[in-house]
């Protein structure tokens, strides 16, 4: 009878915690929701702005504005963010504007900045007002490939960065172009759009989206739509293709133009490869979603692309899919073991935040040995 009392006393202990866990999570879901939807409704519509262009560039949140605006005013924000302005500008007048240090000691580059350059490249770090940015830059061009995960005709899943890395032999590389990705939930089995590797065409789906290549002069070109007609013929070895619109810095007939995108204040996890008029290529990714670095805006990107003296940009996939790879990274800059997370000991050099493993992606632009 006593065990019976006991047993019986327990069940309502837990059952009254249960009740108040289940209450005070459904407070906390209310208040959140409140507090959400009084900021994007508000007097402040930058701000709300913000909100709605920064959850957009997630395949996880895209749906979340929808919970607290109405359709058409979401659109219409969308909508704004994809008009530009084309500012014409001279790339001697830029400089870093940024605060750049080499990972690891906390000094600033120095007056050569090949002097001490490992692998043949330049791997800084770079401190903007709502991100972290990661910098690798590339002397010889020739070594800039576009990596594939598959023939992309078995249906195979795509592959993770740190896994293509050493399947190629290559040294460091970025994450590519876009893919199939409802919800979050994609696989990287295949790309969208236009897609060139190691000197073929290897993926063509006719959709018009923004296209980055580098043809067999080793020369970077930037688009907002191509036909694999005029690919061919511009002799394009390596390419993949990323949502429209996403031109940031374009050199043509000698003029270079930079593409600003006013409405577009959304901050998030970026990636972005761009080419100086020394061949010199630039590889960005950004980290986001944390307190310290909220993530970078499209214009950020131009700016920091501009102070690397890029004179051909363009964006790449961002969110939970921008990452950077590059191996053995921790040693060759004597960084401290210890802090680094399992991803980062795997090579990925950028702070991965999501709540799965790293993506799996179709395409990467991956860096030779030299």
């Known amino acids: 009878m006593t065990q019976q009392k006991s047993g019986g006393l327990a069940f309502k202990v837990i059952r009254r915690f249960l009740f108040v866990l289940f209450i005070a999570l459904l407070f906390a879901l209310v208040s959140v929701y ?11 519509e ?7 262009l920064s959850a957009k560039q997630a395949s996880a949140t895209k749906w979340l504005p ?24 001279n790339p001697d007048d830029y400089a870093p504007a940024v605060a750049v240090t080499k990972p690891g000691d906390g000094n600033a580059a120095p007056a050569d900045p090949w002097e001490n350059a490992i692998d043949g490249m330049r791997f800084e770090t770079v401190s903007g007002a709502t991100f972290k940015a990661y910098v690798l830059l590339v002397r010889d061009p020739s070594r800039i490939y576009v990596a594939t995960s598959s023939d992309y005709k078995s249906g195979k899943a795509g592959s993770r960065i740190y896994e293509v890395g050493p399947r190629d032999g290559a040294i460091a590389g970025i ?17 969208f759009g236009l897609t060139y590797s190691q000197g073929n065409c290897v ?25 694999k007609a005029a690919a061919d013929e511009m002799g394009i070895r390596d390419a993949v293709s990323f949502q429209t619109d ?5 050199e043509e007939d000698g003029k ?24 010199t290529f630039i590889l960005i990714v950004t980290d986001g979603r944390t307190a310290s670095s909220i993530g970078a805006t499209p214009n950020d990107i131009v700016d920091l692309m501009l102070s690397y003296g890029a004179v051909n940009a363009g964006m790449l996939d961002g969110g939970s899919s921008a990452m950077m ?30 709540f799965t493993d790293p993506r799996r992606m179709p395409t990467f632009f991956m860096v030779r040995p030299e």
Do not use: C
Request: charged share 25%; proline share 1%; net charge negative.
């Open 34 to 44: 409140t507090l959400l939807r009084t900021v994007v409704n508000g007097p402040s």
């Open 46 to 52: 930058t701000v709300r702005d913000m909100l709605v």
């Open 66 to 89: 929808g919970l607290f605006m109405n359709k058409k005013l979401v659109e219409q924000i969308e909508a704004s963010s994809h008009e530009v302005n084309v500012e014409e500008i």
């Open 175 to 191: 994450n590519g172009g876009e893919f199939e990705d409802t919800g979050g939930t994609g696989n990287g089995a295949l790309p």
């Open 203 to 227: 993926w063509n789906d006719g959709s018009k989206r923004t296209f980055i290549g580098i043809d067999r002069n080793d020369r970077l070109f930037v688009a907002n739509s191509m036909t």
């Open 246 to 250: 996403n031109v940031l810095i374009k």
């Open 256 to 279: 270079v133009s930079a593409f600003y995108a006013d409405d577009n204040n959304g901050t998030a996890q970026r990636t972005a490869v761009g080419q100086a008029r020394d061949g």
């Open 325 to 354: 790879y590059y191996e053995n990274y921790y040693s060759k800059y004597k960084l401290d073991e210890s802090m680094l997370d399992k991803y980062q000991k795997l090579g990925i050099v950028n702070k991965y935040k999501a």
